[in-house]
């Protein structure tokens, strides 16, 4: 079982930044995505950005070109750079790896990071 523990949140005014960490640990298999998620009060937990194990990377439409997904070599980190942070940017954000174990997806997610974006 994967551990994931996220950090980095924090209240921030709007226009400005925030990185956050997701590290995991607990498990030798390969990591093969590993994404973002934000939950807003009273609203669904939705996908924010996704990195494969080869780099690949794709974005919320309401993101793209204002948060940057990575991850270290190792890729056992994967990090959030959020710029340009909106109001709308508000939530508990969520990490999440996933292990394709040749049948199914092994999902494992973090405990959350809030966010709160406000002047």
């Known amino acids: 079982q994967v551990q994931l523990v996220e950090s980095g949140g924090g209240l921030v005014q709007p226009g400005g930044s925030l990185r956050l960490s997701c590290a995991a640990s607990?498990?030798?298999?390969?990591?093969?995505?590993m994404s973002w998620y934000r939950q807003a009060p009273g609203k669904p937990r939705n996908l924010v950005a996704s990195i494969t194990s080869d780099g690949d990377a794709n974005y919320a439409d309401s993101v793209r070109g204002r948060f940057t997904i990575s991850k270290d070599n190792a890729k056992t980190t994967v990090y959030l750079q959020m710029n340009s942070l909106k109001p709308e940017d508000t939530g508990v954000y969520y990490c999440?790896?996933?292990?394709?174990?040749?049948?199914?997806?092994?999902?494992?997610w973090g405990q959350g990071t809030q966010v709160t974006v406000s002047s």
């Open positions: 607990g498990s030798e298999v390969r990591l093969d995505i």
């Open positions: 999440d790896a996933r292990h394709w174990n040749s049948r199914s997806w092994d999902v494992s």
